[in-house]
C-alpha cells in the first residue's frame, strides 16, 4: 500500500487486483503465476509467493518481476522490517529466508 491502495489475489484465476485510491478495483497483474502470499512495504515493491511457478518475487509499481528465491512451494509471507523475507512452505515445518536486492539469491531454510 504505498500510496493507499491494496491489492489482494485471486490464486485460481492467477490475477492480481489493485484498489486504488478512488476505490475502483483494477488488474495489476493478468498472471501472478497464481501469487498466493503478498506483502508490500510503505514504498515498492510488492512481494508474492508464486504457486505455480514455485518462487518468491518482488514486483515493482509496472508490474515487472524479479525473482528473489525459486525452488520452493511458498504459502505465506512476510517481510521484516530488516528485509529479511519468510515464507512458509506448506505441509512442512519449514521457514524459508530470503532477500530483496541481495546479490547471493540464496534461500535458508529451517525446519
Do not use: C, H
Amino acid at each position: 500500500m504505498p500510496g493507499g491502495e491494496v491489492f489482494f489475489n485471486d490464486v485460481p484465476g492467477s490475477k492480481t487486483y489493485k484498489i486504488g485510491l478512488d476505490a475502483k478495483v483494477s488488474l495489476f497483474l493478468a498472471d501472478s503465476k497464481k501469487g498466493d502470499g503478498t506483502d508490500i512495504r510503505p514504498r515498492w515493491p510488492l512481494y508474492a509467493v508464486s504457486d505455480s511457478g514455485q518462487k518468491i518475487v518482488a514486483y515493482d509499481a509496472e508490474g515487472k518481476a524479479t525473482v528473489i528465491a525459486d525452488g520452493l512451494r511458498g504459502n505465506d509471507l512476510v517481510v521484516a522490517s530488516n528485509g529479511n523475507i519468510y515464507a512458509t512452505n506448506p505441509g512442512t515445518a519449514i521457514t524459508i529466508r530470503a532477500r530483496y536486492g541481495s546479490s547471493n539469491r540464496a534461500v535458508e531454510r529451517k525446519s
